[in-house]
């Protein structure tokens, strides 16, 4: 069962209390596996015009209310601060949203801790501070439903005007939607209160809406501060953007280094993600992997960590349990249910083979695009990249940073608890580089067209 008809078994239409006809669906419906989409990035020039392909676009947008339908393509769109600011929106309105959206994501790189080769100097042209207005993003079940879906989205792009196109990018998965090093990607995703789909056998409990959409109640029982006026905020949520350049041969390179054959390299790989490739769970495939598992959104995602506190099974420091410790003990204490994220990321790129080898990354365009949504984005990255990520005190392993996205502006460690030792595996560099991104905000359908209509004006 993929994840699309998953969904569509669990939902109910009776028990979803939110909006879901004014929420963009790509905020709540999952991509298809297999999927193939389009990343682009819009630049307004002319605050007119922007609107115009604002309000052209939305209508071709759809809504989070029909999960079970069978879309062959939809589309989202997210604006930063600046082209919120470049399509005429209200001082007002642009002084109400959050300070590091505000400043966005570059302007917020030392709170990223993007230096070194991450840093904003480094990054891409059409994410260069203040370029990326307009985030467009459509993903399909084919090549065929993509096509005509950018033919219709760039027939509105060739209708308007005062909008300059600066980047495009075309990404895509198999069915096993794996992810440049060759694992199943974006397995974990919360349940969310009220949009009428029940959690998964095993998942914890769903997550308070306000947690994701803005205007509902959050965890702490009051929703959090929303933009200005209502009818620009309700609905909407935050994205975090960021593109990353897959060194999937160093990773290789790593592994080969330090396990002598095949199984064991397939085995450190695993224990740096905290899943075989398949997608199957150290904790319930302990010794080898197990596609029929892996491949089971009903069983795939039904674990904890309750059963082994000293990471025997699965390393604190991997990759999935750095990033969701679930139930996990926590030497710094934190509520993990306020940094749960809805992910959207999409690869792209030559798949995964044990063949390549560091000498290819250079000329490889091969790599992701991290992207989630959350009412709390922009806290979340920041605590994530400053704690979670780039440090290890959380878990009490000081400054060992995550193993697959980590920065390693030094050749960094892996740990491995062991009995009676632990094993430290040395030599761990950067294996995703930023190439750029931006902090951006998803408005609900009806402000979509409230920003295209100039609602502001009365």
């Given at each position: ?145 993509l096509d005509a879906a950018i033919g219709r989205a760039m027939g509105e792009f060739d209708r308007s005007h005062g909008v300059t196109l600066v980047g ?148 604190h420091a991997s990759h999935m349990r750095r990033l969701n410790p679930r139930d996990g003990q926590l030497t710094i204490l934190t509520d993990v249910n ?121």
């Amino acid at each position: 069962m993929g994840i699309l008809s998953d969904l569509a078994a669990r939902f109910r239409r009776d028990r979803a209390t939110l909006a879901l006809d004014d929420i963009q669906a790509l905020i709540l419906r999952s991509r298809p596996e297999p999927y193939v989409g389009l990343h682009a990035m819009l630049h307004v020039d002319e605050a007119a015009g922007g609107r115009d392909l604002v309000r052209r676009l939305a209508p071709h947008i759809p809504a989070a209310a029909d999960w079970t339908g069978e879309l062959e393509a939809w589309t989202g769109v997210a604006i930063s601060h600046t082209g919120l600011a470049a399509l005429g929106v209200p001082e007002a309105s642009l002084a109400s949203f959050p300070v590091a959206f505000r400043q966005g994501m570059a302007g917020r790189a030392e709170q990223l801790r993007d230096v070194g080769e991450n840093a904003p100097a480094h990054w891409e042209d059409a994410f260069r501070p203040g370029t990326c207005h307009i985030a467009l993003t459509i993903y399909a079940r084919d090549d065929a439903a993509l096509d005509a879906a950018i033919g219709r989205a760039m027939g509105e792009f060739d209708r308007s005007h005062g909008v300059t196109l600066v980047g495009t990018h075309r990404f895509g998965a198999d069915v096993d939607a794996k992810n440049p090093f060759g694992f199943r990607d974006s397995i974990s995703q919360p349940t969310v209160a009220g949009s009428g789909v029940e959690p998964q056998p095993g998942q914890e409990r769903a997550i308070a809406a306000g947690e994701f959409i803005l205007g509902e109640n959050s965890e702490t029982g009051a929703p959090l501060a929303m933009p200005e006026p209502a009818a620009l905020g309700r609905n909407g949520s935050f994205v975090v953007l960021r593109k990353y350049q897959s060194r999937v041969g160093a990773f290789n390179d790593f592994v080969r280094a330090h396990a002598p054959e095949p199984a064991a390299q397939e085995r450190l790989a695993a224990q740096m993600v905290g899943r075989w490739r398949s997608g199957a769970p150290l904790p319930l495939a302990p010794e080898h992997d197990d596609p029929a598992l892996g491949g089971d959104p009903r069983r795939n995602n039904a674990f904890d960590f309750a059963g082994d506190p000293r990471g025997l099974v699965c390393p604190h420091a991997s990759h999935m349990r750095r990033l969701n410790p679930r139930d996990g003990q926590l030497t710094i204490l934190t509520d993990v249910n306020i940094h749960r994220i809805i992910r959207r990321s999409s690869t792209f790129g030559p798949k995964w083979s044990a063949d390549v080898t560091a000498d290819d990354d250079a000329a490889a365009d091969r790599g992701i695009y991290f992207i989630f949504i959350s009412a709390r984005a922009y806290d979340t990255i920041e605590f994530l990249q400053q704690e979670w990520i780039n440090r290890g005190n959380f878990i009490d392993l000081g400054e060992e940073r995550d193993p697959v996205v980590g920065l390693h502006e030094a050749p960094g460690t892996f740990t491995i608890p062991a009995s009676p030792v632990r094993r430290r595996v040395d030599g761990v560099t950067t294996f995703n580089r930023l190439r750029g991104g931006e902090y951006m905000f998803m408005p609900s359908l009806s402000a979509l067209r409230w920003i295209g209509d100039a609602g502001w004006q009365g």
